[in-house]
């Protein structure tokens, strides 16, 4: 069982930047990807970035509302991802969501979400 804790969330203006972080405990040998979904209110959650590595490789995937913004990466030694957001924009307020996919078959993990607001 893998267990994630985020952090950085806060409040914004439009334009400014934030960095997400997203740790893993528990059984963290068997993580090959990790990414962030986020949730606004009324909306459904929606895939924000992912990172997958097999070996030394990683290979990440953006939305297209954040490519160009937002920098998704990895710290194998501290088994954590990160979410760098730059050009923040009032459409990007929403609960950010960490997850954790295992190599193999098993429920995803999630983090308890952190609050993100964009606002002047």
């Known amino acids: 069982q893998v267990q994630l804790v985020e952090s950085g969330g806060g409040l914004v203006q439009p334009g400014g930047s934030l960095r997400l972080s997203c740790t893993a405990s528990?059984?963290?040998?068997?993580?090959?990807?990790m990414g962030w979904y986020r949730q606004a209110p009324g909306k459904e959650r929606e895939l924000v970035a992912g990172i997958t590595w097999r070996g030394y490789t990683n290979y990440a995937n953006y939305a297209d509302s954040v490519k160009g913004r937002f920098t998704i990466s990895r710290d194998n030694a501290k088994n954590t991802v990160d979410l760098q957001m730059k050009g923040l924009k009032p459409e990007d307020t929403a609960v950010y969501y960490c997850?954790?996919?295992?190599?193999?078959?098993?429920?995803?993990?999630w983090g308890q979400g952190t609050q993100v607001t964009v606002s002047s």
């Open positions: 528990g059984s963290i040998s068997g993580i090959n990807a």
């Open positions: 997850y954790a996919d295992m190599s193999w078959a098993s429920p995803r993990s």
